[in-house]
């Protein structure tokens, strides 16, 4: 009896021991589990962010304000830009050639005074193809590049010094060239933003020269065009012209030179008009 008591105890432990060995082989191994960890916290976060688009228009509008989002958006203004100078610089080259080749080209085929007439005509003709159709291609840069600087949102590169002489040249070579394809409407809302951008531009006595001129447009055509205007337009556009011709001259002249004299007494007579002339209605 006492063996079979012995032979139990000794087959229980055995059962004991295997069963305890197996249960210590299937637990986690605290340093294995360590490394396991520290290899997961170095593979990147879950959210992917990269991927992320904001659905939200008002986190897009956030995402818009950093520095980096700024920057690309101005290097793409900054390209379309100087797209637009090689078309225009292009054209320049292209005419100066064409001036410089009829001035080498001997004429023995023409008898006449009026040869010579058609000839320049011809020439005059081709040349103003010629930059009317750089410009019209310029503008088409130029547009998106004021589009895209639009875009830039960050305040502390808006105020940038190297921002703001960009943004002058560009409103410059937009106007000068729209001006030029006698696009003068357009102009307008450009020049009013050159003039508010700095207080060096607000002293730039071409933009009150252009605007001058824009408003003058402007008016022409609604005094041509009245069933499409009221009085009260046409009057806000005849204004703005003569406060743009009076700020011109007195940059150019001076508040105390006689052409500013002279420039107030024709405003006076601008504005006397247009009172009897709405008496007279």
């Known amino acids: 009896m006492k063996t079979r008591t012995a032979i139990m105890m000794v087959l229980i432990s055995a059962v004991f021991t295997i069963t305890t060995a197996t249960y210590a082989q299937n637990q986690p191994n605290p340093a294995q589990d360590d490394s396991m960890m520290k ?11 990269t991927d992320f688009r904001p659905y939200v228009t008002a986190l897009r509008d956030l995402e818009k304000l950093n520095r980096q989002y700024s920057e690309n958006i101005l290097k793409l203004a900054i390209d379309e830009y100087s797209a637009a100078i090689d078309i225009l610089e292009d054209m320049d080259n292209e005419v100066a050639e064409i001036i410089q080749k009829n001035k080498e080209k001997i004429n023995l085929s023409e008898h006449w005074y009026w040869q010579e007439i058609d000839r320049k005509n011809a020439e005059y003709r081709l040349i103003s ?12 840069y130029l547009t998106k590049a004021i589009n895209d600087s639009d875009e830039v949102k960050n305040v502390e590169l808006r105020n940038e010094p190297k921002f703001l002489n960009f943004m002058s040249k560009m409103y410059q070579v937009y106007v000068a060239t729209q001006y030029d394809i006698q696009n003068f409407r357009p102009c307008i809302p450009i020049l009013e933003r050159y003039i ?3 207080s060096d531009n607000r002293k730039d006595v071409w933009a009150y ?3 001058a001129s824009c408003y003058g447009f402007i008016e022409k055509e609604m005094e041509r065009y009245k ?55």
């Open 129 to 140: 193809y010629k930059k009317r159709e750089a410009k019209l291609k310029a503008v088409t």
């Open 196 to 198: 508010n951008l700095s």
């Open 39 to 49: 290899d997961f916290t170095l593979e990147e976060n879950g959210w992917r962010i």
């Open 227 to 281: 069933n499409y205007a009221t009085e009260d337009e046409l009057m806000k556009y005849r204004n703005k012209k003569n406060r743009s011709m009076l700020t011109a001259t007195e940059l150019t002249y001076g508040a105390d030179s006689p052409h500013y004299k002279k420039m107030q007494e024709i405003i006076q007579r601008d504005e006397r008009r247009s009172e009897r002339l709405n008496d007279f209605k």
């Open 209 to 211: 020269r252009y605007l």
